[in-house]
């Protein structure tokens, strides 16, 4: 699972080097692509469940699962959370990041920047005894203290041989709740922040989850192992088993 993440991880700087005024959604596709061609590995997003792209790329309001779109043109002072995954020898490693486009507003670098925080402060959590619910609570009280609210539609989630894998792993939740983490458990941790109000909705092509508001979303993601050293950050090139810091 670590070399499937360390490609995500690669293949993600690839794409936020690549985002700029002027480029299209589409454009970010075809750069995912031919780098999971050069890495000779499986895309995990194209065909699941029908998703016709092998990158979700959601711009400003598009809170996640944004496809890839030729007349979705980037400008200053967008912002896009770029979710991306792949299978490497039979095990799967997913990750996001959302980006600034060109010069943006404080505004919208306060939300990336507190929507990231809350995914540090969770993987801070990811403690061998520890429980989902302490991940969760973690993220909810970083991002509504800030003023924000949290994505309850969609959570995080188990990986490993399948992108998808029990236990869902939701960004709210009570302290001291829900399974115990356990030593050799992979969760992808995935914080969902809206500037406005936490309700989404999905577009008709059932895919596209945009704010009901129309205010602005962030996204990140990490694939977490939990090790008897402390959490180990799969997805993040510089990590290892128990070197964490906030």
Not at 110 to 131: H, M, Q, Y
Request: proline share 5%.
């Amino acid at each position: 699972m670590r070399e499937a993440n360390l490609v995500v991880a690669e293949i993600l700087d690839v794409l936020c080097d690549a985002v700029r005024p002027g480029i299209s959604t589409w454009d970010l596709n075809e750069v995912a692509a031919r780098e999971i061609e050069r890495h000779k590995v499986k895309s995990a997003f194209l065909g699941y469940h029908g998703y016709p792209a092998v990158v979700c790329t959601s711009v400003n309001h598009v809170v996640v699962h944004g496809i890839p779109r030729r007349d979705v043109v980037l400008k200053e002072g967008d912002i896009i959370a770029i979710d991306f995954g792949v299978f490497k020898d039979g095990y799967c490693g997913d990750a996001a990041r959302s980006v600034p486009v060109g010069r943006i507003s404080p505004t919208h670098q306060r939300l990336i920047d507190i929507t990231r925080e809350s995914l540090e402060f969770a993987i801070g959590r990811c403690l061998v005894g520890k429980r989902l619910g302490d991940i969760g609570a973690t993220v909810q009280s970083h991002v509504e203290s800030n003023g924000y609210s949290v994505v309850k539609d969609f959570v995080g989630h188990g990986i490993g041989r399948a992108m998808h894998e029990d236990p869902p792993v939701p960004n709210y939740a009570r302290p001291g709740t829900g399974k115990r983490l356990k030593r050799g458990l992979v969760i992808a941790i995935e914080p969902m922040v809206n500037a406005g109000a936490p309700e989404v909705k999905v577009l008709d092509d059932d895919w596209t989850a945009v704010t009901r508001d129309r205010s602005m979303s962030a996204h990140f993601e990490h694939s977490v192992a939990i090790t008897d050293e402390g959490p180990w950050v799969l997805s993040r090139a510089s990590s290892k088993p128990g070197e964490f810091t906030v």
